[in-house]
């Protein structure tokens, strides 16, 4: 499978963005995870969700300001971040593993497919 994220762009503080992680093929074999990377910075976790979409986890300063969601007939996970602050400035990775259970993953080390990234800029 391969990736393609997109929905990235420029907000202001407290602005909402969408993002979207579209697969070439059968999303439902995979858990997706969203990442980010802001310069300087180490990659770090976002959000995941099971094949299903019935689990759901999230980094710790993204809960309560992000979702996570799938959308498998469409090929499409989506990330709703909403009051965004500078700090979640980045760029935006989607990847995936495939899994055979309902679990989720918030190593980054567990994914082996990435997609290319989206870059996020929060203004004050």
């Known amino acids: 499978v391969q990736l393609q994220a997109s929905g990235g762009g420029l907000v202001q503080s407290g602005g909402s963005l969408r993002l979207s992680c579209t697969a070439s093929?059968?999303?439902?074999?995979?858990?997706i995870g969203w990442f980010r990377r802001a310069p300087g910075n180490e990659r770090e976790f976002v959000a995941t969700i099971s094949r299903a979409g019935r689990r759901k986890d999230y980094g710790v300063s993204m809960k309560g300001r992000f979702t996570i969601s799938r959308d498998n007939a469409k090929n499409t996970v989506y990330l709703q971040m909403n009051s965004l602050e500078p700090d979640d400035t980045a760029v935006y990775y989607c990847a995936a593993r495939s899994s055979v259970t309902g679990a989720t993953y918030s190593n980054q080390y567990e994914y082996n497919i990435w997609g290319q990234g989206t870059q996020v800029t929060v203004s004050s």
């Open positions: 093929s059968r999303p439902s074999d995979y858990v």
